[in-house]
């Protein structure tokens, strides 16, 4: 329905992190967790994703390290995760600016690590740590230029977003 109201918007989906988005004559738009909009752009909360501790099936998680997200050098609001469980920064021993990096880790048996729900427990191999509400809920925001924003195409990218996300959005916990 969307690609049929919009045939001549073309979406094109660039998995990295990167620090900034298009300062051309394109109409951009970023997705990003925890990376922060900067002057000349504007961001808006679109969806909520829960997060929670997962690690393998068949290793007593007590043994493992930790995997924790991390922006690098990316400007990112504080994700103070692993202090509210109890874990110290050396206990990390795996950084990743990836949910998909961080599940990998944690399937080779050698850590436990804050995963997405939709990625964990669509995942045999994996097992929910804790129970009851997620250990974090991170909010998934877009990031435009300002001059752009109004545009009635990232607009309506913005609104299919939205009704896309909605099915695992986490604003009822």
Do not use: C
């Amino acid at each position: 329905m969307f690609q049929s109201k919009y045939s001549k918007l073309q979406l094109f989906f660039v998995g990295d992190v990167v620090d900034t988005i298009a300062e051309t004559t394109t109409l951009s738009l970023s997705l990003r967790f925890d990376v922060m909009a900067k002057r000349n752009e504007v961001e808006a909360e679109i969806a909520q994703f829960p997060f929670s501790v997962y690690h393998r099936r068949d290793v007593d998680p007590k043994v493992l390290h930790w995997a924790s997200v991390s922006g690098g050098h990316i400007r990112m609001r504080t994700t103070s995760w692993p202090e509210n469980v109890g874990v110290s920064p050396e206990q990390v021993g795996v950084l990743a600016n990836d949910a998909q990096l961080v599940r990998a880790a944690v399937r080779t048996r050698k850590y436990r690590g804050i995963v997405p729900e939709l990625l964990g427990e669509a995942d045999a191999n994996l097992k929910r740590l804790t129970k009851g509400p997620p250990d974090l809920i991170r909010k998934l925001r877009t990031i435009t230029p300002r001059r752009v924003r109004a545009r009635s195409e990232v607009q309506a990218v913005l609104a299919w977003l939205r009704d896309a996300l909605r099915p695992f959005d986490a604003e009822g916990y």
